[in-house]
């Protein structure tokens, strides 16, 4: 059983940066930040491999958001910059504690889910 607690959302300005935090309770492989706006489906936002630290980022937050691990810590983070409005939305961090995944965007990879945190960025 790994535990996940997200921190670190809030309310910002159109252009402005957040940097979200997943603390986990154990060890798990892949690590992915998941985002849902309301009406819409739970997106893969990005996603870190434990070991040499491999990435993956969604299209929409390519160049604009960058996820890191700290491996004593067992945290993972998501710094957020130039944030726009359709950044919103409820923020989970998910956990595939084995090894990599077949495909990291997607919810079903992943076994623990923390409990969301809301960012909101206002025109």
């Known amino acids: 059983q790994v535990q996940l607690v997200e921190s670190g959302g809030g309310s910002v300005q159109a252009g402005g940066s957040l940097r979200l935090s997943c603390a986990a309770s154990g060890y798990a492989y892949t690590m992915c930040w998941f985002r849902q706006a309301p009406g819409k489906e739970r997106e893969g936002v990005a996603a870190?491999?434990?070991?040499?630290?491999?990435?993956h980022y969604a299209d929409s937050v390519k160049g604009r958001f960058t996820i890191s691990r700290d491996y004593a810590k067992i945290t993972v983070y998501l710094q957020m910059n130039s944030l726009k409005p359709e950044d919103t939305a409820v923020y989970y961090c998910?956990?595939?504690?084995?090894?990599?995944?077949?495909?990291?965007?997607?919810?079903?990879?992943?076994?623990?889910w923390g409990q969301g945190t809301q960012v909101t960025v206002s025109s």
């Open positions: 998910a956990a595939a504690p084995w090894g990599a995944v077949d495909d990291w965007y997607r919810a079903a990879e992943y076994r623990y």
């Open positions: 870190i491999l434990f070991g040499g630290g491999s990435t």
